[in-house]
């Protein structure tokens, strides 16, 4: 697994993010409509990654600025063929590096409950519930994590 820095308008990019979207919409029955500007993913602001395995991209995920010492962790997304590997743990240990190297302190994150290996994945790796914000702050099927760094 090689990991790769690019904008989150990239090609491969764009091609994983629409298909995190279809899984958001399977599970949840719309895709997030949390506001994201590429920009918020571009240093210093934030990181986008992609993950490529045999030259394939199959993983990614980004953080952006969030508040004054934390970063907040968007798109994580494995595509199916490369799940149950491990590299959804790889990149989210990538963004907290690359985070920490910015100066970030804290990630925050939020998911849902109807993605119980990403809940598994955050509090196996340190993980605790924060208050929720953002848009889906209100909605009862929201969970929220965040690590120091």
Do not use: N
């Not at 308008?9 to 919409?25: G, I, K, N, S």
């Not at 994201?36 to 986008?48: E, T």
């Not at 910015?102 to 109807?114: H, K, N, Y």
């Amino acid at each position: 697994m090689t990991f790769t820095e690019v904008g989150i308008d990239h090609p491969d990019a764009v091609v994983l993010t629409e298909q995190v979207q279809q899984e958001y919409v399977r599970r949840y029955g719309s895709a997030d409509s949390t506001p994201m500007d590429a920009a918020q993913f571009r240093a210093p602001h934030g990181v986008f990654l992609v993950g490529y395995l045999d030259l394939l991209p199959v993983v990614c995920g980004g953080w952006r600025v969030h508040g004054e010492h934390e970063a907040e962790v968007k798109r994580m997304y494995v595509a199916p063929s490369a799940r149950g590997r491990g590299l959804a743990r790889a990149l989210l240990a990538e963004l907290e590096r690359t985070a920490r190297a910015a100066g970030r302190r804290r990630l925050v994150l939020e998911t849902g409950i109807a993605q119980p290996e990403a809940i598994g994945l955050y509090t196996s790796s340190g993980y605790t519930a924060v208050p929720g914000f953002g848009v889906y702050k209100d909605y009862p099927e929201s969970r929220y994590f965040g690590k120091t760094l």
